[in-house]
């Protein structure tokens, strides 16, 4: 009997043999250069692996499609420019093992679907397009072009364009991108969900409202001059390694360092250089003055405690404030305060979980210094107040006047490479009427002005049968989205659906009634056409938009560059009836990139800009104190504190990565960072929380939680006792993403609250 499709997208309960040891208190060092050097050994051509770690995030060489931290503008490290995980992400990619029509002969579906996360992926390097018909149980091959057929066929069957999603993930080039979403717009729809939905949406959302842009405001070489960085809601160590070398210069030039988050994490603690032999010996540096054990969705409580005592020292003594800043630059000052006056400090305080001790020790740092960089990450951006919790970091950084100047602003930290990017060079289901003005005025068809559906709408839509074709642009969408079960239902319900990818993920395995798989080129291997080794772009997290070019030959003669496919579906959909030559853009980037820099705003010259070693930096109104907002100021806002209480019995849960995974893809099954080895069905809990439920360690619960009057259960997992605050407990997702109500987002941006949900946990 065939699985179903919700049998297929639930990772399999069973457990390996755990291994659980005290956390460390250093991180990288040692430990990270034989793990990063292990997996490249193991996965890797030795060869490629050595090419690799020379040119990756090196100017002329390739961009890492792990995270988006920025390289430096300056000199980089002739040693390698990247960290462990990057190493990971293209051990991973750049596999020395192929998959292609024999692999799918000799493997069902079905079979496949039997497999975890992390067996799925280290089956290896797709090599070819597979198609799988109507009721089949196997892949089988098929070539580019009846593959670009069926997908036109069915886009060209369906009754309108609107039912149709186009996803896409955050490594997409911004020459694939715009390429994307301008056949998207041409073939007459704006849904385009993507990454962003399910990440940063909250950031850009309450961002664009205070500030005028919803990007970050600072540079690397604001991090360097900072006096005080706040990390809040963040794991460097793990999903951003690079970013501890910046935080080690910040200490270097005296700055402090404020770690705000449930878990205590080690990268934050203390990091070793491993490119520093001095540093190796000596035990590295140590990183955070203060760490802030804040209870889960106790942001808002936090700022507003600080903002009260603020408020109190600036109307006690005065000179606290920026008054100066506040006059010129901004607006809703008398409204916030009003309203701030109407919250008590011990209530918002007893709220946040911090003790009067450690907030007395971060409130210093804040009150005597005014170059405040404030960082984040999906910590704050999963709840259901998500927006509230961005809008009130602002209005601190407002009162100190850290905004527009050196060593001072926002910084929300990306996951993916190219996320930011794809999302200014029009990758949005709510893009501005401006953009699509010069879309009509460039291309000569009028864009849909409608807003398509985002992540959570594609998927409502693909249930309730009014999505009937989903393509997805990288990524593996059905574990990176929450209500699992729900989410896989709606792809089931789908006649066809497509996913373009290096390697084999679970998405893969959960099919509308038709599937195709697009085996892509990595972002470390040459992509020949005729005008000759093609080079692309993508932007980083603080708005610098560099070169990528790749130096590895393809794996297969069977793969094409995300830009060729889309150009091959483009032109196969749309035919005569297109007024673009969709395959010139194919044959030389530089076209793409002429057209990007008529279309999108501070691209002018971009072709020319690109050949900057180090590429060139996109205009940022907040960076030079310049407010694009409703206002023309930045905003003062009022932001209530969370209502929601937890019921006897329940906790609060937040999904999180282990160090061996970056996003959806699981590099291995060790967690190190949190002493962690060889299982990933766990769950982190206070130890008291264990104690009053006569829970032991390595005891084996289900979790449930209930939503709007639904029960969502997770089955197998064990208890891991963990310093993390009463009443609250973190597992990994995705395989706790079946817990994460498909209606529980955050308001004005629908980024799911994956890291705010109400459980129950019992003993099997």
């Known amino acids: 009997m065939s699985k179903s499709p919700i049998e297929k997208a639930l990772t399999p309960e069973k457990f390996e043999n755990i291994k659980t040891k005290t956390p460390p208190t250093n991180s990288v060092g040692f430990g990270a250069l034989k793990a990063a050097l292990g997996h490249a050994n193991k996965y890797m051509k030795p060869l490629d692996a050595l090419k690799v770690s020379l040119k990756m995030n090196q100017k002329g060489g390739f961009d890492c499609p792990g995270c988006a931290w920025p390289d430096p503008d300056d000199d980089r490290s002739a040693i390698g420019e990247y960290c462990e995980n990057g190493l990971k992400a293209m051990a991973e990619e750049m596999q020395n093992k192929l998959i292609n029509r024999e692999f799918f002969a000799q493997n069902a579906v079905d079979d496949l679907a039997s497999l975890s996360d992390f067996e799925i992926g280290k089956s290896g390097r797709l090599a070819e397009p597979m198609y799988l018909p109507k009721g089949a149980s196997h892949y089988q091959p098929i070539s580019w072009d009846d593959a670009f057929n069926k997908v036109a066929e069915h886009l060209n069957d369906i009754d309108n364009p609107d039912e149709a999603a186009f996803y896409s993930s955050g490594r997409t080039t911004n020459e694939a991108a715009f390429l994307y ?3 998207v717009r041409e073939y007459g729809t704006s849904n385009l969900p993507d990454c962003s939905n399910m990440c940063h949406e909250a950031s850009g959302s309450a961002l664009s409202e205070t500030l005028g842009i919803g990007k970050g405001s600072v540079t690397l070489d604001d991090l360097y001059k900072a006096e005080v960085v706040m990390v809040i809601g963040q794991n460097p160590a793990t999903n951003h390694p690079r970013m501890l070398s910046a935080l080690e210069k910040t200490k270097k030039n005296g700055g402090k360092i404020i770690a705000v988050n449930p878990l205590p994490e080690a990268g934050l603690i203390k990091f070793t250089d491993p490119q520093n032999p001095i540093k190796m010996l000596t035990g590295g540096t140590k990183l955070s003055d203060v760490f802030v054990p804040i209870t889960i969705n106790g942001d808002v409580a936090f700022f507003k405690a600080l903002l009260l005592k603020l408020l109190e020292k600036e109307e006690a003594q005065g000179g606290v404030f920026d008054k100066a800043f506040i006059n010129e630059y901004t607006s809703g000052y008398d409204a916030f305060v009003s309203d701030l006056k109407t919250y008590n400090f011990e209530t918002c305080l007893e709220a946040s979980g911090v003790t009067i001790k450690t907030f007395n020790e971060a409130f210093d740092l804040i009150l005597n210094n005014d170059k405040i960089i404030i ?29 527009g100047k050196e060593g001072a602003g926002t910084c929300p930290v990306r996951g993916h490479s190219n996320v930011q990017g794809d999302r200014t060079v029009g990758i949005w289901e709510a893009a501005p009427q401006a953009f699509l003005d010069k879309i009509e005025a460039k291309y000569g068809f009028k ?52 996913h373009v990818s290096t390697k084999l993920n679970r998405s893969h395995l959960v099919t509308g009634q038709e599937a195709l798989i697009f085996p892509c080129l990595g972002r470390a291997e040459k992509d020949y056409q005729k005008s000759g080794v093609q080079t692309q772009s993508v932007e980083n997290s603080m708005g610098i938009v560099s070169s990528t070019k790749g130096i590895l030959e393809p794996c297969s003669d069977d793969l094409l560059s995300e830009v060729s496919v889309v150009c091959g579906i483009a032109h196969a959909t749309l035919k005569d009836r297109s007024k673009i030559n969709w395959l010139a853009y194919k044959d030389d980037y530089n076209l793409v990139r002429d057209d990007i820099a008529e279309v999108v705003s501070g691209f002018e010259d971009y072709n020319k800009k690109l050949k900057q070693p180090s590429g060139f930096y996109l205009p940022n109104g907040a960076r030079v104190r310049s407010f694009k907002t409703k206002t023309g100021k930045a905003n003062f806002t009022s932001n209530k504190l969370p209502e929601w209480k937890l019921k006897d019995g329940e906790l609060v849960m937040m999904t999180i990565r282990s160090h061996d995974q970056f996003n959806t893809t699981i590099y291995g099954l060790n967690d190190r960072y949190r002493g962690v080895y060889n299982e990933r069905r766990i769950v982190f809990m206070n130890r008291e929380d264990m104690k009053l439920r006569s829970f032991k360690e390595h005891q084996v619960v289900n979790i449930k939680s209930k939503y709007n009057g639904v029960i969502r259960e997770a089955n197998q997992f064990k208890v891991v006792g963990y310093d993390i605050p009463k009443n609250c407990c973190a597992t990994y997702f995705p395989e706790t993403n079946v817990l994460v109500p498909l209606d529980s987002f955050a308001h004005t941006a629908k980024t799911p609250a994956s890291k705010s949900v109400r459980v129950t946990i019992t003993k099997v």
């Open 181 to 183: 979403q301008l056949f």
């Open 375 to 403: 960082c984040w990450a999906m910590g704050l951006t999963q709840h259901e107040n998500a927006v509230d919790n961005i809008r009130e970091l602002v209005n601190l950084l407002l009162l100190k006047g850290s905004i």
């Open 447 to 498: 864009p849909s002005v409608k807003h398509g559906y985002s992540v959570i709408e594609s998927i409502k839509a693909m249930y309730e049968g009014k999505v009937k074709v989903f393509f997805g642009m990288g990524g593996n969408f059905i574990s990176a989205v929450p209500d699992t079960k729900y989410s896989a239902q709606a792809l089931a319900n789908c006649s066809l659906t497509v």
